[in-house]
Nanobody
Framework: QVQLVESGGGLVQAGGSLRLSCAAS????????LGWFRQAPGKEREFVAT????????YYADSVKGRFTISRDNAKNTVYLQMNTLKPEDTAVYYC?????????????????WGQGTQVTVSS
């Protein structure tokens, strides 16, 4: 069973950058797609980015396209989310998730396991 642990969140000023990491333990990491989602207070969890098992294919929400980059290192069982030009509306708890298959989409139900989340706060 894969466990996911996020890190790298924190407080940053608008325009700044953060890099989130998600370390996975257990088998099946390299055979699964991975995704990042976020949830702001009072809002539903929303899709941010996904990457297929090889790392070749990525897909982003329109709201983060051009600012965020998802990547993975299968040798280290880790997925990353580089976040640049952060905006106050990016403030949320960010979650990484393991997909059911080698390529997953934007819906939470396409992901089988979730980390505990890491808080990202962007001040204006």
């Amino acid at each position: 069973q894969v466990q996911l642990v996020e890190s790298g969140g924190g407080l940053v000023q608008a325009g700044g950058s953060l890099r989130l990491s998600c370390a996975a333990s257990g088998l099946a990491f390299s055979s699964s797609a991975l995704g990042w989602f976020r949830q702001a207070p009072g809002k539903e969890r929303e899709f941010v980015a996904t990457i297929n098992r090889s790392g070749i294919n990525t897909y982003y929400a329109d709201s983060v396209k051009g600012r965020f980059t998802i990547s993975r290192d299968n040798a280290k069982n880790t997925v990353y989310l580089q976040m640049n030009t952060l905006k106050p509306e990016d403030t949320a708890v960010y979650y990484c998730a393991q997909g059911w298959t080698s390529s997953s989409g934007t819906r939470p139900e396409e992901y089988s396991r979730w980390g505990q989340g890491t808080q990202v706060t962007v001040s204006s």
